[in-house]
């Protein structure tokens, strides 16, 4: 059997940032479990804000097309987002937005969140932890059709979480985010 491949992406372009940490820790778990893991940046596909008229106009960008076919060459998703104001920072919306927008020729419309496992993940430095950010996340990919494993990790007082190679200082957060990343592992694989 060909091995588990999992895609994770940060939903932060800042440096230093502490969802780019957690997704760094992430990806270190899922290797170690046995996953084949590619880590990207979504500064390597710069993407207007979604618009209409655009698409009419000039048609998807071939960024939203490159991230799509990223993603379908994957098993399995993870997100890690930052919170604004409550929910999805407007690069992971604005993301998502786009790639629901394109499908090869053999495909239907959404197929690509449909027919993979998607886990999720906020990193915060207050003591919620992006957990607002989870609650709005888990909403949009599951408009988008997309499996959504139900364990998540919001980690609280991000600032203060990982040591100085990214790794989860505290044994809870550890544990919560091994819990995540296997069952994102056991979806992954059902579907696969
Ligand atoms: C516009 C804006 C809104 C924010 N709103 C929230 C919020 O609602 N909840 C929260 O926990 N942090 C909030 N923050 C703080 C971010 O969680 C913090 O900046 C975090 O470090 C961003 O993620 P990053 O380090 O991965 O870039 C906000 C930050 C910005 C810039």
Redesign the pocket.
């Given at each position: 059997m060909s091995a588990l491949k999992i895609l994770v992406i940060?939903?932060?372009?800042?440096s230093?940032?502490?969802?780019?940490?957690?997704a760094a820790a992430a990806a270190h778990e899922l290797a170690l479990a046995g996953a084949e893991v590619t880590r990207i940046s979504l500064g390597d596909f710069p993407l207007p804000i979604y618009d209409g008229d655009l698409q009419s106009k000039s048609g998807v960008p071939k960024n939203v097309v490159n991230l799509k076919r990223m993603i379908g060459a994957h098993h399995g998703v993870l997100i890690?987002?930052?919170?604004?104001?409550?929910?999805v920072?407007p690069l992971v919306k604005n993301t998502i937005d786009w790639v629901s927008r394109v499908q090869d020729a053999h495909e239907t419309r959404g197929q690509v969140f449909r027919e993979r496992a998607f886990g999720i993940a906020?990193?915060?430095?207050?003591r919620?932890?992006?957990t607002?950010?989870l609650s709005a996340l888990r909403l949009i990919l599951a408009a988008c059709h997309a499996l959504v494993v139900p364990n998540q990790l919001a980690l609280s007082f991000?600032?203060e979480a990982y040591d100085d190679t990214d790794r989860l200082k505290l044994a809870a957060d550890s544990e919560a985010l091994k819990a995540l990343v296997r069952q994102l592992i056991e979806f992954s694989q059902r579907i696969m």
């Open positions: 940060p939903g932060s372009l800042r230093g940032s502490l969802n780019a940490r957690l890690v987002t930052p919170e604004y104001n409550s929910s920072p906020a990193a915060s430095g207050n919620l932890g992006g607002r950010a991000a600032d």
